[in-house]
């Protein structure tokens, strides 16, 4: 008897900005105009007055780059929860790469005391921006309920956003949450099978195998094994396992490739060398039955 394909939808769980422009009066420009010459020498040590000035007058973009200095150390010493004081000032004013920074803070208790509920506050204000990174991470927080409760509508709603945007995670999340029929969102493979198309064309592992298991039973698109076979040796010759065992049972059963003793004790071989118990099983029994030849590379 043949072995079977393994299927199931893999799981992956799952990550900077831009400028913000307004108006600032005169003398507060000039400081600001300072710093910035300053740090672009990287004379940082001089770069500190000028710009701690802009910034307690209200100059966002000097907020946030004060903050960079104390983050880094650069031209003061070091203090990381001066930085987060510095960066929320900005963040305040609706300054998105002080936000995505001060997001990440809060995620990482970076300088500030760890909270996921500040994180996902300050990364849903940059998403709602434009903000792919911080829409990818917004949907990964609503996924797993980290800061927020957890809401897979909202997930997708965020996951499109940025695959919209062409994040390839982004994409992956979106479909896999289609494939899935998380709470709140009807399953639907044909969105599915889209999604993991947009991310496997830019070479997401993870998503090549999904997209081969969807062609392979029909879920999504018509039952095609020559494209199961494409997608699968796609995530195949990129290491993954599953994919391997199941390039073994194509060329094993002749579905969407050849029949080829040789290819079958190849993939099975590598997929046993990952520790693939099945795979392990399959390649003895090729050996077995006389069926397998030298493996090739």
Do not use: C
Not at 39 to 60: D, H, K, Q, T
Not at 108 to 128: I, L, M, P, R, S
Not at 155 to 181: M, P, S
Not at 198 to 211: C, H, M, S, V
């Amino acid at each position: 008897m043949g072995s079977e394909m393994k299927g199931g939808v893999m799981r992956f769980l799952a990550v900077l900005g831009f400028l913000w422009v307004f108006f600032v009066p005169p003398a507060m420009a000039d400081d600001y105009e300072d710093a910035v010459r300053f740090i672009e020498g990287r004379n940082y040590a001089l770069a500190v007055a000028p710009l701690s000035r802009a910034a307690r007058s209200g100059n966002a973009t000097a907020q946030h780059y004060l903050g960079g200095l104390y983050m880094e150390g650069k031209g003061v010493e070091q203090d990381k929860a001066q930085a987060a004081y510095w960066y929320e000032k900005a963040a305040a004013q609706g300054y998105a790469k002080a936000q995505f920074v001060l997001g990440a803070m809060y995620r990482n208790g970076d300088g500030v005391e760890q909270d996921d509920v500040q994180a996902a506050y300050w990364f849903e204000k940059v998403a709602a921006q434009g903000n792919a990174d911080a829409q990818l991470v917004t949907g990964n927080l609503y996924s797993n309920g980290e800061g927020v409760p957890q809401d897979y509508k909202q997930a997708a709603y965020w996951f499109e956003k940025a695959a919209a945007q062409g994040d390839v995670y982004a994409q992956f999340g979106l479909a896999d949450i289609y494939a899935n029929a998380q709470e709140g969102v009807w399953q639907d493979y044909k969105k599915a099978a889209y999604w993991f198309e947009k991310a496997a064309a830019q070479g997401n592992i993870l998503a090549q195998f999904n997209l081969g298991d969807l062609y392979a039973n029909g879920l999504g698109v018509s039952q095609d094994y020559k494209q199961a076979a494409y997608w699968f040796e796609k995530a195949a010759t990129q290491g993954n396992a599953d994919a391997q065992f199941n390039m073994a049972v194509l060329y094993e059963k002749g579905e969407g490739v050849e029949r080829d003793d040789t290819r079958v004790a190849y993939w099975f071989g590598q997929a046993a060398t990952q520790g693939d118990v099945e795979a392990q099983l399959g390649l003895d029994k090729s050996y077995a039955n006389g069926q397998a030849v030298l493996q090739q590379d």
